[in-house]
């Protein structure tokens, strides 16, 4: 097996039985997947898909009907492959009346480590969840987001390699969806592998490198997000500081040359970048907000310096043009001073931020 995948699946299937043997529901059904090492991979799909079963197959606390899996080479079953591994499973288990530190403590005794790594990677990991502050609370005392980042925590006592992660956003709200994904970004900047099952698309859509997308236990699409994502008949460029005058010439020239202009003005940031924003500047300047004047602020890593928010192509002048057409495909043109986005549109290609300014309207 190639070194750098990290986790194969060959036409695993698992099918539930029930007291009598009968097959009972077919919750798999001859998944292959590869997954590669250093890759944020997602595992989607309706309730009832599969998602969590292929967590607990690779996991080894399943077994398979038929089919195998491979994890860093040997087969599931393996238990010692367990010692590279982190999982969040989708409902809390932890022991309610342990702190934060004795939770830490607790699982890191699992997995036999001294007492002083214990003590230390408990102290470094309750930091880098930002829970310093509740670290001798009781976990029973624990609001869902808190439990979640113990959680997380949790599963990276034994610093894995490889971490399963089932719904690692459930629960959050914005500001903690917004950590967390910040925080699987830069574990994966440290060379994790991590593999997430999410109903959050666009959480999903932020982090992942690749997705899986599962319907009644059958792999129905897998690719790179931003592959999969690209509307390819139409081309979005983004740009600044046009005049009014400039912004008509442009889709008058757009026009001409054949293309159709779908849209033509300021691109939106997404509700999260609006959330975020707002709650990071009202915890800056406590006290009455003056509302009204977000529209045209800039937004991204200025604002906060978030590893996602760099990620996002919005423009810092809000400008945004046009969405055009023509015969080798549709291009949406988003305007403010010549100052390109992304790469150079190609005929046929949309931009980086396709579906910002590419609405019929
Ligand atoms: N222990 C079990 N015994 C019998 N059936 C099970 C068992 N665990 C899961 N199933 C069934 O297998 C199918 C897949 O379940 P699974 O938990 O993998 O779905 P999921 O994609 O994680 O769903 P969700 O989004 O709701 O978490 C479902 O039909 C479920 O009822
Ligand atoms: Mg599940």
Known sequence: MDSDIVIETRNLTK??????????????????????R??????????????????????GLIFPTSGEV???????????????????????????FLTAEETLDFYGRLFNMPAMLRRQRAAELIEMVELGWAKRRQLREYSKGMTRRIGLAQALIN??????????????DPMGTRWMKDFLLKLRDQGKTIVMCSHQLEDVEDVCDRIGILHQGELKELGRVSELLKIRDRTEIQCSGLSPEAEREVCATIE????????????????????????????????????GVV??????????????????????????????SGSAGEV??????????????????????????????
């Open 159 to 172: 610093d894995p390699e490889l971490l399963l992660l089932d719904e690692p956003t459930t629960g959050l």
């Open 332 to 361: 949406s043109v988003a305007g403010a001073a010549g100052n390109l986005v992304g790469d150079p549109p190609q005929p046929g290609v949309s931009g980086p931020s396709a579906g910002q300014g590419d609405l019929d309207r």
């Open 15 to 36: 099918v539930y039985r029930d007291f009598w043997g009968r097959e009972k529901v077919r919750a798999l059904k001859a998944l292959d997947l590869q997954i590669r």
């Open 256 to 291: 001409r040359l054949g293309g159709k202009v779908h849209f033509c003005g300021n691109p939106t940031t997404t509700l999260e970048e609006l959330f975020v924003r707002i709650i990071r500047e009202s915890e800056a300047h406590p006290g009455r907000r003056v509302r």
């Open 295 to 324: 529209e045209s602020q800039p937004s991204g890593p200025a604002q906060g310096g978030s590893e996602l928010a760099s990620r996002q192509p919005v423009p810092s002048a809000p400008k945004v043009f046009s969405s055009v």
């Open 70 to 96: 491979l994890v860093f080479g040997q087969d599931a079953r393996e238990v010692s492959k367990n010692e590279r591994i982190g999982y969040l499973p989708e409902e809390s288990y932890l022991y309610r």
């Open 38 to 59: 250093g890759e944020i991979f997602g595992l989607l799909g309706p309730n009832g898909s599969g998602k969590t079963t292929t967590l607990k197959l690779i996991l």
